[in-house]
């Protein structure tokens, strides 16, 4: 009876289809438990989420939290970067000090922003800040300031890392020589890359320089202050302890942005409050165009009594000398307006030549207005001094000679002329299908540094001789990642 109520099951099975024909007939009464009921397969739930995928994503939201995935900037951030991204694309920045104060803002914006993880954080802030900086500089190549500022952020960071790591070898060595007194937990420490303890093991060797024994001592080098040997208690200050490490590199990076941000704000003072030492009683300063610091440099040195005579270019096409020589002139000091092509015919009557820079080059030439080398190759046939002020976010590391380095863009030609009046030049029924009239506008020139005399920047004044970043403290190799 039981194995003919069994079959009787199977084939029912069969004929609903949840059992297949052909394992029906594999099945005979003799293997089959009579007691083991009849399984029906379950439907799957087309609401259901696919677990599979949900994992997927979870461990791609593991790796990039931990650093190994790329860094994701925050929407708000992305719109800052985009917003700064039109106006230099679209060239709304003048000026070179303006362009390296809102870069460094942006950054650090996105340095603030950055989810770091507890392991590889200078890796995470490295790759945010390199990931916006390309898109920066290709949005203007031109603006040299902009990849000034990316490489000094990168600096600070690799600098914030190596501090906390030598602290961090510090306290290691401290538990070690206290080994006796207790074991301690390897978790305590964060983890340290090969790079950052090679990086730290040199600056042991090397003697200390005189900027790093003019400045303070860092609160975080104090002695690390061990933890109760409570059981809660000390976990909870084993968190707060990883939490905070966590927070510390983000917040010295920031602070130290801070710091550059407020030298680019003062560059000009610090370059003003030098101007006594250069200028002196009934000489005569040659300038060409409109600088900020060459007015602020001059102004510095009327208001110490100093009583001298200014020549101004009128830097065609923009004619900007128009508005410097307005501006000396309502600050008080005697100035005279000369065209561009008069230059050599006045050079003889100047004891100095004071201009600014658009970018100082690591071998000494200057990307000025263009017109400079003009005027420097008077300054050299006259044996007249030639100075430039430039602040220190002018200063690029990189060559002229670097492919990715590029010395010149055009402008408009209607800075030049009235379409107007010249339209019977642009003839294009010549049969060649192209104007006869060419206009070039360029905005820069380029000065070699040879025909360059001094370099007063907010550091002081440095010979052009030799590498000028060297002699300034700011090296290159600190600087080893190219935006471009």
Known sequence: MIIEEANRGI????????????ESAQLSPCKRNPRSPVIKPV??????????????IRRRRRIRESGGGRSVIMPDV????????????????????????QTAILLRSVISQQRIPYTHQAAALIDAVKAVGEQLVAANPVELAVGNMVRRVLHIIREEDLSLTAVAMAGLNLSAVSDDEGETDQDDHPVLSAAAVAAASRNTLRPPSLQ????????????????????????????????SRSRKLKHDVIEAVNELI??????????????????????????????RTVLEFLCAAKEKKRSFRVFVTEGAPRYQGHLLAKELVARGLQTTLITDSAVFAMISRVNMVIVGAHAVMANGGVIAPVGLNMVALAAQRHAVPFVVLAGSHKLCPLYP??????????????????????????????????????????????VPPKLVSLFITDTGGHNPSGNLLRSIEFRPEHCQDDTA
Not at 78 to 100: C, D, H, M, P
Not at 220 to 243: I, L, Q, R, Y
Not at 413 to 429: T, V, Y
Request: charged residues 25%; glycine residues 8%.
């Open 43 to 56: 439907r799957e739930n087309p609401r259901a989420p696919d677990w599979r995928a949900v994992s997927s």
């Open 262 to 291: 407020g030298d680019i704000d003062t560059c000009h003072e610090q370059i003003a409050e030098q101007a006594v030492e250069h200028i002196h009683q009934n000489e005569v300063i040659l300038t060409l165009g409109s600088s």
């Open 11 to 22: 084939a029912a099975a069969v004929g609903s289809g949840n059992i297949a024909k052909d």
């Open 401 to 446: 000679h670097n492919p990715e380095v590029l010395l010149n863009e055009l402008r408009s030609p209607s800075e030049l002329l009235d379409f107007g009046e010249f339209s019977d030049c642009m003839d294009f029924g010549s049969g060649t299908g192209s104007p006869l009239l060419h206009v070039v506008n360029p905005t820069f020139d380029y």
């Open 78 to 101: 992305q719109a800052l970067v985009n917003e700064f991204l039109f106006k230099l694309k679209k060239r709304k920045i003048e000026g070179s000090q303006a362009t390296a104060r």
């Open 212 to 243: 790093t024994l003019l400045e303070d001592l860092p609160d975080s080098a104090a002695v690390p202050h061990t933890s109760s040997s409570g059981g809660d208690s000390e976990g909870k200050s084993k968190s707060a302890d990883k939490s």
